[in-house]
């Protein structure tokens, strides 16, 4: 099975309008972990969601993949509601791979699931593994993959369905800041080859700045998007942007934001 996605450039893959979500805890309590939110998602982009731990960003990325439903407001999806798993690829800060699979059949996965066959399985979840630079590791088991390998795994897996938009909570936060510095640089590789549209969250400010074309600063707890900024970085970026003084500008500016 095919899919295609025509990109337009720039145009709103998808609308959040006014969500809220409200959890009930386990004695019962209410907890407002969005109050409205409002914003728009632009196909191809590269968003980033920064705030304060505890103010809904997880929440918001739920929300988008429909694990969460919310208790008020809509998304207004440009090509209708996508379904979890084809339509959106989802990245968690621990690499969730199963521990009995092969790298290949762990990155198969999601084909196996809506029913691609395997010879065409093997083939595109080997291409996907050859982009994130794991082409020599389809044979190994998780367990014999470092961090940052079993993350490159992770994103190959979100990404072989070629989903409409790849939703990434925190994927190098729990990798030594080498390894992240280097999947930073191989993520907008990755992003360049494949065009994906990516919300990123994190609690770096940094890469937040390196990685994005807008950031989403949220405020804390009920979290709402306090100010959207379009950063005029260009579409280029490697190690030389960090010492350049509009990227600096953008970290104080993002630093303050969030105080
Ligand atoms: N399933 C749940 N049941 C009850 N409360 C929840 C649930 N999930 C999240 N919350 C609460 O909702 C609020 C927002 O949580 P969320 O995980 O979205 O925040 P976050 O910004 O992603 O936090 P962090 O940066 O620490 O990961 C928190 O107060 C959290 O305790």
Request: net charge negative; aromatic share 6%.
């Amino acid at each position: 099975m095919e899919r295609t996605h025509e990109r337009q450039a720039n145009g709103e893959l998808v609308r959040a309008v006014g969500l809220t979500k409200l959890y009930k805890t386990r004695n019962g309590d209410t907890v407002e972990a969005l109050s409205p939110t409002s914003i728009e998602i632009r196909d191809g982009e590269f968003l980033s969601l920064i705030g304060p731990s505890g103010c809904g960003k997880s929440t918001f990325l739920k929300i988008l993949a429909g694990l969460e439903q919310p208790s008020g407001g809509s998304l207004e999806w440009r090509d209708g509601p996508p379904s979890t798993g084809a339509d959106v690829g989802y990245v968690f800060q621990e690499p969730v791979l199963l521990p009995w699979l092969s790298i290949l059949d762990n990155v198969r996965f999601p084909l196996d699931v809506f029913g691609v066959s395997k010879a065409e399985g093997n083939e595109r979840a080997a291409a996907m593994l050859a982009l994130v630079g794991l082409g020599d590791f389809g044979k190994a088991l998780p367990k014999e993959l470092s961090g940052g390998m079993r993350q490159r795994a992770a994103i190959a897996r979100a990404l072989v369905y070629r989903p409409r938009i790849v939703l990434m909570d925190e994927p190098f936060g729990a990798l030594d800041l080498l390894t992240r510095d280097r999947m930073n640089d191989e993520l907008l590789r990755i992003r360049a080859e494949t065009g994906s549209t990516i919300v990123f969250v994190t609690h770096s400010i940094e890469e937040a700045a390196y990685l994005s074309d807008r950031v989403a600063v949220m405020s804390p707890r009920p979290g709402r998007i306090s100010a959207l900024h379009e950063l005029d970085l260009g579409p280029e970026r490697s190690e030389a942007l960090k010492d350049d003084p509009r990227f600096h500008g953008w970290l104080s500016t993002l630093r303050k934001e969030l105080k």
